[in-house]
């Protein structure tokens, strides 16, 4: 059975006679169901029983269920209602619009609305750049999915993968200010997708695309950078290579080896692997190897793909054949991308002295990290569950806090590289070891030093720009 967790907590309303070992026995009832107890809340008291709230998470909604028949099994405990909280903290939804102005009185509204707006409209469509500071593109995210890749889910459609939307928008705004509203698109033709992006453009400053299949995504996201004046950011590849390359750094320094020396194996090449791949690169890492389903991806060898063409044109100089298992014999970093179970504790064992390993696969890894303990110095993965948890709340907030703060309409490589090594300075020496390469997802430091990160790139680009112009002149 998998460890109980948050993701699966329930209460359990019950009625129980008046007595002092009631709660104990419901605490012993739901700890030997092997739940774990959160909370036990008295509800109602009366002189001959009491309602009581028991909350407890779980490993799965079977496990749930065992729990409550245990609970049913105390002698004079009747169970009223088991509530799912997963679910409760969904109903309705996550979000909510609220203005940013009181409307009190006839003065406030002629200025919010008629007729004070018009003079606002007619500003902006003398010059349509006010649009930035006079509306709430100034500060507002489009969260776009077709739903055709959700989590570990899979392709459930548009209105399946709005709950994941509105957490995503909940992120930005918690962790970065910014105001993020979720589209989710009922099409998977790559021409309507950006025909749509394009037409609800204006409302926003910058379009935040999401799990959306490859490789249909890596046309969008290129399209629409073309063709609109907005950034935009695919993370489930960027926000992912960013947050990788962070964690790589400080494990890095945990094994004192260099960026520029090291062999990494990339496993998995779809969306996420290409950007990681890329930004490994831009870092300074000279040799990768990715593989795929069918093993290692190699120059010699054909590919219908473009995006896998590419990796084999820039990876895999010494020209390695085989399998998974093949590649990782020597290397100093496994970082998997991919699928649960396809690297074995035997091949983590033919790794290079103080190896590194990132699984993450979500939910499960491509190894069990505590195996993978064994025998690399330091691992880490996409659970919360586990130390190092590679996370990309950590990157997507603060990276649109930046841009729609230096007023970019585009996001460069040397961008990503810089917000990765914002994220990584959160972490001191004096934190730093096997167990702690990343920062908490809740630090707060961590978006505004990225969007500082950002900002700075961008005034850098500026002023080469205005250096260049200058040079031309003369």
């Known amino acids: 059975m998998a460890n109980p967790s948050p993701g699966y907590s329930i209460t359990v309303r019950v009625q129980a006679p008046s007595s002092y070992q009631v709660t104990s026995e419901l605490a012993a009832a739901v700890g030997a169901a092997g739940a774990q107890v959160t909370a036990l809340d008295v509800v109602e008291s009366h002189a001959d029983r009491m309602v009581v709230d028991v909350t407890a998470n779980t490993s799965s909604p079977d496990h749930a269920d065992q729990v409550a028949d245990a609970i049913r099994a105390i002698e004079g405990v009747a169970v009223e209602h088991v509530s799912d909280r997963t679910f409760l903290i969904h109903l ?17 509204l002629s200025r919010a609305y008629t007729p004070g707006v018009a003079r606002v409209c007619l500003a902006i469509a003398d010059d349509e750049k006010l649009a930035r500071n006079l509306t709430v593109k100034r500060n507002t995210i489009a969260v776009v999915t077709d739903g055709s890749a959700v989590l570990g889910l899979g392709n459930i459609g548009p209105s399946a993968a709005l709950p994941v939307m509105e957490g995503k928008a909940a992120l930005f705004k918690q962790f970065a200010d910014v105001d993020a509203w979720p589209v989710c698109i009922d099409t998977q033709d790559t021409d309507e997708i950006v025909k749509i992006v394009k037409a609800i453009a204006p409302v926003y400053g910058g379009v935040n695309l999401e799990d959306i299949a490859a490789p249909r995504c890596f046309e969008i996201e290129a399209r629409l950078r073309e063709e609109l004046d907005i950034p935009v950011f695919h993370d489930d590849q960027h926000g992912t290579a960013i947050v990788v390359l962070a964690a790589l750094n400080n494990a890095l320094r945990v094994v004192d080896k260099r960026i520029e020396d090291i062999e990494v194996v990339v496993s998995g090449v779809g969306a ?20 795929g389903r069918s093993g290692v991806i190699s120059r010699g060898e054909e590919y219908a793909d473009e995006h896998r063409r590419w990796i084999a044109e820039n990876t895999n100089q010494q020209g390695l054949t085989g399998s998974l298992t ?92 810089a917000a990765a090594e914002a994220i990584s300075r959160n972490v001191t020496d004096e934190e730093l070891n096997e167990s702690y390469i990343i920062p908490s997802v809740f630090d707060r430091d961590v978006a505004r030093d990225v969007a500082d990160a950002i900002v700075a790139v961008a005034e850098r680009d500026r002023e080469r720009a205005h250096e260049a112009v200058a040079a031309a002149a003369h």
């Open 272 to 291: 996420a692997g290409h950007a990681i791949i890329q930004l490994l690169l831009a870092a300074g890492v000279r040799r990768i190897v990715a593989a």
């Open 326 to 417: 093949e590649a990782v014999a020597g290397a100093d970093v496994f970082i998997g991308v991919s699928a649960p179970d396809v690297l074995t504790e035997e091949a983590v064992a033919t790794m290079a002295p103080r190896s590194i390993v990132f699984a993450l696969a979500n939910p499960d890894p491509e190894i069990d990290p505590v195996i993978a303990g064994r025998h690399a110095a330091v691992v880490a993965t996409g659970r919360s569950d586990y130390p190092n948890q590679i996370n990309n709340v950590l990157a997507f907030p603060g990276v649109f806090r930046g841009l729609l703060d230096a007023g970019v309409n585009d996001v460069t490589t040397e961008m990503l590289v």
């Open 92 to 108: 309705g939804g996550k979000l909510e619009v609220v203005p940013k102005v009181e409307l009190r009185n006839r003065d406030d």
